[in-house]
């Protein structure tokens, strides 16, 4: 199994940045794919971004193409959120998330770490 912890959350103000981490341990070698999804208050679950855990491809929201980098360190278990020009409506909790090499779906999640942007 793999365990996935979140950390880097906080309050910035509108134009700053943050960046957020995810340290996965456990059975590593399994993973596929690391997500980062976000859940506002009163609103479902959203992906951000995405990465292939040993090619490095990348994916990204519409919403934060452009603002928002995904990457890893596989020597260190490690993947990374950068945020910048962040937005009143980047507000969430942001959770990052496994899928395994042949699943479809993301089926192990963090506990998530909250952002909170104000203007």
Known sequence: ?????????????????????????????????????????????EFVA????????????????????????NAENMIYLQMNSLKPEDTAVYYCAARGTTAALYDIWGQGTQVTVSS
Do not use: H, M, P
Not at 50 to 73: E, H, K, L, P, Q
């Open 1 to 45: 199994q793999v365990q996935l912890v979140e950390s880097g959350g906080g309050l910035v103000q509108a134009g700053g940045s943050l960046r957020l981490s995810c340290a996965a341990s456990g059975r590593t070698f399994s993973i596929g794919n690391i997500g980062w999804f976000r859940q506002a208050s009163g609103k479902g679950r």
């Open 50 to 73: 995405s990465i292939t855990w040993s090619g490095g491809r990348t994916r990204y929201a519409d919403s934060v193409t452009g603002r928002f980098t995904i990457s890893r360190d």
